[in-house]
């Protein structure tokens, strides 16, 4: 079955505290991103990759780094979390072009 | 830079109203455009796609979207709403000198009342 895992689901934790938000997809697609969803913003992309060790910058990367080692995993990394990161992420990939496909069931992260 | 628009944030209609959905772009370039919906507790899901061609583009679930170039819109329309999409809608653009880069506008909640 094709899936985008996304772990934790849930996570609570406090200012400065490096985490990592684990993605992984099993359809070997190029295309991966990582969104945060806010309440009357929308979805906006915080980082893509085309390809592996290749990434780029979404409309708010501040805060937040990505790796892509391999093909199947993208990791969001925030090395010192603050209450502004407190969000809804999703990780997406896609097989053909670049719009997201498969979503991940989402993160919810909360920074005190 | 660039600019996703969605017209409403929230909707409220009855079983078999007619829906529609206004969303406008800024990008003056080539533009790939979608929708996306989002069911209450689940993830998104891509309703349809326009990247070329005919301008009225045909989804899942019923839905449809005009691209109108000339008002940089690209407005999602279904003729016969039923309860079951009642959900949040996105808008989406992504610009021909950076095809990675994906931006949303803020979303229309629809609620559909039985």
């Known amino acids: 079955e094709a899936q985008v895992t996304q772990n934790p689901r849930y996570l609570i934790t406090v200012t400065g505290k490096k985490l990592t938000v684990t993605c992984s997809q099993n359809m070997n697609h190029e295309y991966m991103s990582w969104y945060r969803q806010d309440p009357g913003l929308g979805l906006r992309q915080i980082y893509y990759?085309?390809?592996?060790?290749?990434?780029d910058k979404g409309d708010v990367p501040e805060g937040y780094k990505v790796s892509r080692k391999e093909k199947r995993n993208f990791p969001l990394i925030l090395e010192s979390p603050s209450p502004n990161q407190t969000s809804l992420y999703f990780c997406?990939?896609?097989?053909?072009?670049?719009?997201?496909?498969?979503f991940g069931d989402g993160t919810r992260l909360s920074i005190l | 830079a660039q600019s996703v628009s969605q017209h409403n944030h929230h909707v409220i209609l009855s079983e078999a109203a007619s829906l529609e959905l206004g969303c406008n772009y800024s990008y003056g370039g080539t533009v790939n455009l979608f929708w996306y919906v989002q069911y209450p507790g689940q993830h998104l899901q891509l309703l349809l796609k326009y990247f070329s061609g005919d301008p009225l583009v045909k989804g899942i679930k019923g839905f449809e979207a005009e691209f109108i170039k000339s008002k940089f819109s690209f407005n999602l329309r279904k003729p016969s709403v039923q309860w079951s999409d009642t959900a949040e809608y996105f808008c989406a653009v992504n610009a021909g000198d950076s095809w990675g880069k994906l931006q949303f506008g803020a979303g229309t909640q629809v609620v559909v009342t039985p």
């Open positions: 997406a990939s896609s097989e053909t072009g670049y719009q997201p496909q498969h």
């Open positions: 990759s085309m390809n592996v060790e290749v990434t």
